[in-house]
Nanobody, 122 residues
Framework: QVQLVESGGGSVQAGGSLRLSCAAS????????MGWFHQAAGKERERVAV???????SYADSVKGRFTISQDNTKNTLSLQMNSLEPDDTAMYYC????????????????WGQGTQVTVSS
């Protein structure tokens, strides 16, 4: 079993920055893939960025060059540094985990946190 708790959301003006954190606990193999997803009001949940246990990352086109995903395995923490935020980034952000590596980290996540709200005003 894996537990995930997000923090760091909030309200910011366009062009600003936020850093999200996810505290993870539980079976490490079951969280060898970790990622951030977001869901805007009235829209489907979308993948933002993922990382595997080897440090390989993948980003949605909309956030490339602006967001950076990272993990600290000694502290069991996943982070998402979000710079140059845009109003379209407004959404609930979720931390997620699953077993796997590489391309397996792109889909079918099993464990989810409760989410943290990010609101970007113009």
């Amino acid at each position: 079993q894996v537990q995930l708790v997000e923090s760091g959301g909030g309200s910011v003006q366009a062009g600003g920055s936020l850093r999200l954190s996810c505290a993870a606990s539980g079976d490490m193999l079951s969280r060898s893939c970790m990622g951030w997803f977001h869901q805007a009001a009235g829209k489907e949940r979308e993948r933002v960025a993922v990382i595997d246990v080897n440090g390989r990352t993948s980003y949605a086109d909309s956030v490339k060059g602006r967001f950076t995903i990272s993990q600290d395995n000694t502290k069991n923490t996943l982070s998402l540094q979000m710079n140059s935020l845009e109003p379209d980034d407004t959404a609930m952000y979720y931390c997620a985990a699953r077993r796997g590596t590489g391309v397996n980290c792109l889909t079918e996540y099993k464990y989810w946190g409760q989410g943290t709200q990010v609101t970007v005003s113009s």
